[in-house]
């Protein structure tokens, strides 16, 4: 079975400053994708950032971008720059081996002006 | 390029009554998935096709559920007899590839 942990149920940051949230996952796949996304409250899921674990280089999306350590299973998100419009849930989420995306419970990001 | 949509937003319903969820997916998509996410909880996968084809239920999908996509375009989910535990926000979504688009969701409340 595949699981998606997120080990942080909330986090908060200063406006103008970086934060981490954390992920950890397990498959038996050897290919397979890493995703995280959105969620504002009362608003739908929207696509942060993606990774194909075939590849080494890490991905970036503007401020966005991720630590992503294969061999530790870890998938982790940084945001820098921290804007009042980043505050929401953040869900992290694996598919592998089918079509199906396994989440895990997100990270409450909370964004203090 | 419009995004997922779904309808209607917001249901109440009685227990025990049915209740119909529809899905039009991005056009060009050829994929179309239904999960099911309740408070504090992150989605949870239900099911998934491949244009007309279901190919793939979670046993979470009991036999009270059922989901149709009749010409490999919108789609929709059925569920009869409601029970309390089918309270939730029920989510589409579509892909053409490996990146899964989300529609805004339809929340379930059953009485």
């Known amino acids: 079975a595949q699981t998606v942990t997120q080990s942080q149920p909330e986090m908060s940051v200063q406006e103008a400053e970086t934060v981490t949230l954390s992920c950890t996952y397990d498959?038996?796949?050897?290919?397979?994708?890493l995703f995280w996304y959105k969620q504002p409250p009362s608003r739908q899921m929207i696509l942060v950032i993606r990774?194909?674990?075939?590849?080494?280089q890490n991905a970036t999306e503007n401020r966005f971008s991720v630590n992503f350590q294969k061999a530790a299973k870890s998938f982790s998100l940084k945001i820098s720059d921290s804007q009042l419009g980043d505050a929401a849930m953040y869900f992290c989420?694996?598919?592998?081996?089918?079509?199906?995306?396994?989440f895990g419970k997100g990270t409450k990001l909370t964004v203090n002006p | 390029d419009t995004g997922v949509s779904q309808n209607p937003r917001h249901k109440i319903t009685k227990r025990g009554q049915n209740v119909t969820f529809r899905c039009d997916p991005i056009?060009?998509?050829?994929?179309l998935y239904w999960y099911r996410q309740t408070l504090g909880q992150g989605p949870e996968f239900l099911t998934y096709?491949?244009?007309?084809?279901?190919?793939?239920k979670s046993r979470l999908l009991s036999d009270r559920f059922s989901a149709e996509r009749p010409k490999g375009s919108f789609s929709t989910l059925e569920i009869q007899r409601t029970e309390q535990g089918d309270s939730a926000m029920y989510l589409c979504?579509?892909?053409?590839?490996?990146?899964?688009?989300f529609g805004p969701g339809t929340r379930l409340t059953v009485l």
């Open positions: 979504a579509s892909s053409l590839s490996d990146t899964q688009y």
């Open positions: 498959t038996s796949e050897s290919d397979y994708y």
């Open positions: 990774q194909e674990a075939y590849k080494q």
């Open positions: 989420a694996l598919q592998g081996g089918s079509e199906k995306l396994v």
């Open positions: 056009s060009e998509h050829n994929r």
């Open positions: 096709f491949q244009n007309e084809a279901q190919l793939e």
